[in-house]
């Protein structure tokens, strides 16, 4: 198990990333506990879009991989969605302070929180971060 250190150092990791969503050739930048951009919410309501995931397959457990795997990776993600019949926007999620590579992400509409775990967890991550129409985005945490 993860010290406690670990894990606090990690959440504000995640609270401090930058959650970029691609809408319409548009980027809108989504913050953990923060109102979604006006323009998302506008994009969620006119598709009838109650909930979203913001999801990536990069880099699992938080251990840097290289960038041909990343993508590799994500190319699988992408490959499980279309299965799955669920639409997504191209999204990244950004550190900032140039710590840690941006990773390549998606914002999988439709996407409620119990399926949401489960692809998490199918492509090793810590945490995805939730997007319900008309509230903040939440960052929710794997087993």
């Known amino acids: 198990m993860p010290c406690q250190f670990a894990i606090a150092s990690l959440l ?8 970029d969503v691609n809408v319409r ?3 809108l930048v ?17 598709h009838d879009i109650a909930a979203a995931a913001f999801l990536s397959a990069a ?3 938080s ?3 290289p960038d041909k795997e990343n993508s590799h990776r994500h190319a699988v993600l992408l490959a499980t969605l279309s ?26 509409l439709g996407v409620e929180r119990e ?3 489960h692809l998490a967890e199918q492509f090793e991550q810590n945490a995805y971060l939730e997007v319900m129409r008309g509230g903040c985005a939440s960052l ?4």
């Not at 504000?12 to 959650?19: D, G, N």
């Not at 951009?37 to 506008?42: D, F, I, Q, S, T």
């Not at 990244?92 to 390549?104: I, K, M, T, V």
Request: hydrophobic share 45%.
């Open 59 to 61: 880099n699992p457990r």
């Open 63 to 65: 251990m840097a991989l």
């Open 115 to 117: 399926q949401a775990m």
């Open 12 to 19: 504000e990791a995640y609270r401090a990333a930058r959650y």
């Open 25 to 27: 050739g548009e980027v």
């Open 83 to 108: 299965s799955l019949g669920v639409r997504w926007l191209d999204a990244n999620g950004c550190d900032e302070a140039g710590q840690w590579p941006s990773e390549p992400s998606v914002l999988a």
């Open 30 to 46: 989504i913050a953990v506990g923060r109102p979604l951009p006006a323009a998302l919410e506008a994009y969620l309501l006119t």
């Open 140 to 143: 929710i945490f794997t087993s």
